[in-house]
């Protein structure tokens, strides 16, 4: 059975960082894509980073670029996200997903990803 774990959301101030981790188990790790999603209240679920096996392409929502760091730990089956210079506009629930590829990455939809996370709550003040 698959679990993916996230971690580390939490209140912080507008310019602050935060660093999710995202645990996971029942999977072959080093051979799935890794992605994070976000869902702000009344809106839809939308793509925020992914990372390819063996970390070989990584992917970007443009309002992300340059803020956020997507990075994977095979040894250890965990994938991250480094958020820096975060804006009230980062407030939401963040998901971890997973998507069996033999290489590249995905389409940036929901639809595309197999497996998701219970989400992380991530809350920025102004």
């Known amino acids: 059975q698959v679990q993916l774990v996230e971690s580390g959301g939490g209140l912080v101030q507008a310019g602050g960082s935060l660093t999710l981790s995202c645990a996971a188990s029942?999977?072959?790790?080093?051979?799935?894509?890794l992605g994070w999603f976000r869902q702000a209240p009344g809106k839809e679920r939308e793509f925020v980073a992914a990372?390819?096996?063996?970390?070989?392409?990584?992917s970007y929502a443009d309002s992300v670029q340059d803020r956020f760091t997507i990075s994977r730990d095979d040894a250890g089956n965990t994938v991250y996200l480094q958020m820096n210079t975060l804006k009230p506009e980062d407030t939401a629930v963040y998901y971890c997903?997973?998507?069996?590829?033999?290489?590249?990455?995905?389409?940036?939809?929901?639809?595309?990803?197999?497996?998701w996370g219970r989400g992380t709550q991530v809350t920025v003040s102004s």
């Open positions: 997903s997973a998507v069996f590829r033999t290489r590249g990455i995905p389409a940036r939809t929901t639809s595309q990803f197999d497996y």
């Open positions: 990372i390819s096996r063996n970390s070989t392409d990584t």
């Open positions: 029942g999977l072959t790790f080093a051979r799935y894509v």
